[in-house]
């Protein structure tokens, strides 16, 4: 479903003549967005005419992950910025979740339980009170909004940082699963996404280095300066590298861990260390989508650089066009 609805994607896109070649045209933006919030459709079951339908539901769930906006919230009181994420929220719903949901309830699927997320919920009402319509709603919101932002917001990032590192190691030199999942979590390390993440202590713990946290302390994680920390990542820590050598991996930086790990990073990068990319392999959503890209040999286009978005102080890129030659 996902490989095949990008490559009918980069089929439709325009293409371009460039000093005598052919060229694809795409934004990377709209092409994460559009690919991810589809294998999002499907895990909740959202029942959505793509055709149709499917660059609306984009720009609303753009429109409710806005809430996190850091700008805007230093502009605004939190009351509104809360309200303003009430309201998208309950538009959210009365558009999308709810006929959806309706249509679940109305089906008989005869013991054939379908592997989709408001049907699955239904299926165990019991564990979701006293407000099952409420958890599925913020489940789905939760599931759809990660992949339209969280997972998209990344991709420009790897394949500008990719694109440069190539220029000194030649093409080819990254079709390889094992280096592209080290590429992502190099970019994410560069280009971490919000603000500094906040914890509270509900018991005294001691850190593997000795350091004590005592109960009721608050600890602010600062993944921007822990990223580039050169006493962990070397003098080069400002530099992208995905053949860095660590004593430690890098997933706990991206995806937390514990019970709180992103329940996201199977789909996104996939579950094993695999050093190929084939059939019957399972490399995870972005490190697929980047070998396609690589694969139909992606290039940044020089007439039309990266646009940061202005909206907020986070290291995102409203639009990002690149071209293709394969």
């Known amino acids: 479903m996902f490989l095949p609805a990008v490559r009918r994607h980069i089929d439709s896109s325009p293409r371009e003549d460039r000093g005598g070649k052919s060229l694809t045209s795409l934004d990377l933006v709209v092409l994460s967005r559009l690919t991810f919030t589809r294998v999002g459709i499907a895990l909740v079951g959202l029942e ?157 713990l001691q850190l593997n280095d000795g350091v004590t946290i005592p109960e009721g302390w608050q600890v602010n994680l600062d993944t921007s300066s822990a990223g580039r920390d050169k006493s962990a990542f070397g003098p080069d820590a400002d530099q992208f590298d995905p053949n860095r050598t660590l004593d430690a991996p890098l997933d706990r930086l991206v995806f937390g861990g514990g019970p709180h790990a992103c329940i996201g990073k199977a789909l996104s990068i996939g579950t094993g260390a695999a050093t190929g990319i084939s059939r019957g392999t399972d490399p995870g959503l972005v490190i697929a989508l980047l070998d396609e890209l690589l694969r139909a040999q992606v290039m940044l286009d020089p007439d039309r650089p990266p646009v940061s978005d202005q909206s907020t102080e986070e290291d995102n890129y409203s639009s990002c066009p690149v071209l293709l030659a394969g």
């Open 48 to 204: 959505v005419n793509i055709a149709s339908d499917l660059p609306t539901l984009v720009a609303d769930l753009v429109a409710i992950s806005g809430g996190n906006n850091i700008k805007s919230a230093r502009a605004r009181s939190a009351d509104e910025i809360f309200e303003e994420a009430r309201r998208a929220k309950d538009e959210f719903a009365d558009k999308w979740f709810q006929p959806s949901l309706s249509s679940w309830e109305e089906q008989n699927h005869n013991g054939d339980q379908p592997e989709a997320l408001i049907p699955l919920m239904l299926a165990h009402p019991d564990l979701y009170e006293p407000d099952v319509r409420e958890a599925m709603l913020n489940e789905s919101l939760l599931f759809l909004t990660a992949l339209t932002n969280s997972t998209s917001r990344i991709l420009p990032h790897v394949v500008i940082e990719l694109c440069n590192w190539r220029t000194s190691h030649g093409p080819g030199a990254e079709q390889n699963a094992a280096l592209l999942r080290q590429a992502f979590f190099e970019a994410h390390r560069l280009h971490p996404r919000g603000p500094p993440r906040r914890y509270s202590a509900t018991a005294d």
